[in-house]
Every structure is written in C-alpha cells, then in structure tokens.
Nanobody, 115 residues
Framework: QVQLVESGGGLVQPGGSLRLSCAAS????????TGWYRQASGKQRELVAR???????NYGDSVKGRSTISRDNGNNMVYLQMNSLKPEDTAVYYC?????????WGQGTQVTVSS
C-alpha cells in the first residue's frame, strides 16, 4: 500500500513557475514508477510527466520543454518543476505510483495560472 500527498499548488501568474511535491508513504516506493497527471475542468485526466524506477522520463506534449520531473527515493518524494506557466496549465495535478497491477493516486493539488 502506498499513500500519496501532493503539495505546492496555488495561484501563479502567466510566465511564472511552481514546484509540486508528492510525499509517499508505504513500502518499496523505489520499486514504483511515478508520475504526475492533471485534469482541467470538463476535460479528461492527462499525463504531465512520468519517471520510472530507473530514472527514465517522459512528458506530455503540452508541457515538454517547460517541466522537469524528479524523484528522491531516499525520502520517498516526487517533484514536478513547471516553468513558463500558461493559463491552460490550470488544473488539478495528481501524483501517481504504479507497479504491475497496483495503481495509487493522491488527492490532487490545484494549480491556477491567472493574472
């Protein structure tokens, strides 16, 4: 069992930056692939970024070049650094951890990009 708690969301102006954090509790976190997804109002949840246990990363097209995902297995943390934020980045951002058939989600953190 893995529990995930996101933090770091908030209101930011267009062009600004945010760093989201995901704190994980539970066993064998380092064995899980982890990622960030987002869901805007009225839209489907979409991939923002993922990082495997080996450190391989992939990004959604909408954030490629503007975001960096990282993980700290020693402290059971996953991070998402987002730069050059746009109003269309406004969404609830969710942390995910997956291993085989196990799939865990956090409660989400709201990011609002607006002037």
């Amino acid at each position: 069992q893995v529990q995930l708690v996101e933090s770091g969301g908030g209101l930011v102006q267009p062009g600004g930056s945010l760093r989201l954090s995901c704190a994980a509790s539970g066993s064998f976190f380092s064995s899980y692939d982890t990622g960030w997804y987002r869901q805007a109002s009225g839209k489907q949840r979409e991939l923002v970024a993922r990082i495997t246990t080996g450190g391989t990363t992939n990004y959604g097209d909408s954030v490629k070049g503007r975001s960096t995902i990282s993980r700290d297995n020693g402290n059971n943390m996953v991070y998402l650094q987002m730069n050059s934020l746009k109003p269309e980045d406004t969404a609830v951002y969710y942390c995910n951890a997956a291993l085989a058939t196990k799939d865990y989600w956090g409660q989400g953190t709201q990011v609002t990009v607006s002037s």
